[in-house]
């Protein structure tokens, strides 16, 4: 398995998750261990977009639980219907959060996040498995370009993270 990623230098975020694709599906096909996948995919977004804070947390019980992850530390638990993360398990689709500080309840892991985008994973029937979260540095970064191109990529590999 190649541990190379090409990155496309591009501005393009479209372009950017299109080309990296195919390399994360051949990454977790490689890979049977959930933690070590999503540790990966959380680096390559890490690394492909430079965003603040890249992670997974996972559905154990009544609770998400702190996976891998890039990033300042993070809060290991949240409650269902808590925060961004909860919230977008309770509701079953993506969140994209503009503003953080205008979002009721959110969970505030580093003031230096100011913008969020949340996409839950399910699994074959339909239950939410765990969510991928990503933080940046910068007001309103996210488009529905990563929510449409990020479900993809959950709709894809989410079966080999949890
Ligand atoms: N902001 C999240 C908490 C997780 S951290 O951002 C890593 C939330 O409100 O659920």
């Given at each position: 398995?190649a541990?190379?990623?090409?990155?496309?230098?591009?501005?393009?975020r479209?372009?950017?998750?299109?080309?990296?694709l195919?390399q994360?599906?051949?990454?977790?096909?490689?890979?049977?261990?959930?933690?070590?996948n999503?540790?990966?995919v959380?680096a390559?977004?890490?690394?492909?977009f430079?965003?603040?804070w890249?992670?997974?947390?996972?559905?154990?019980?009544?609770?998400?639980?702190?996976g891998?992850?890039?990033?300042p530390l993070a809060c290991?638990?949240?409650?269902?219907?808590?925060?961004?993360?909860?919230?977008a398990w309770k509701?079953?689709?993506?969140?994209?959060v503009p503003?953080?500080?205008t979002?009721p309840?959110?969970?505030?892991?580093?003031?230096?996040?100011k913008?969020?985008?949340v996409?839950?994973?399910?699994?074959?029937?339909g239950?939410?498995?765990?969510?991928?979260?990503?933080d940046?540095?910068k007001?309103?970064?996210f488009?529905?370009?990563?929510?449409?191109?990020?479900e993809?990529w959950?709709q894809?590999?989410?079966?080999?993270?949890?």
């Amino acid at each position: 398995m190649a541990e190379n990623l090409i990155i496309p230098p591009t501005a393009d975020r479209r372009e950017l998750y299109t080309a990296l694709l195919p390399q994360i599906q051949a990454l977790v096909a490689g890979e049977s261990d959930p933690i070590a996948n999503m540790a990966n995919v959380a680096a390559v977004l890490r690394q492909a977009f430079g965003f603040f804070w890249v992670g997974f947390y996972r559905v154990v019980g009544q609770e998400l639980v702190l996976g891998p992850f890039q990033g300042p530390l993070a809060c290991s638990r949240i409650g269902f219907g808590k925060g961004v993360c909860g919230a977008a398990w309770k509701a079953r689709r993506s969140i994209r959060v503009p503003d953080v500080d205008t979002f009721p309840g959110h969970i505030a892991c580093s003031s230096e996040s100011k913008s969020e985008i949340v996409i839950p994973v399910f699994d074959a029937k339909g239950q939410v498995t765990g969510i991928l979260d990503i933080d940046s540095d910068k007001p309103d970064d996210f488009t529905p370009v990563d929510i449409s191109c990020l479900e993809e990529w959950m709709q894809t590999i989410g079966g080999r993270l949890f």
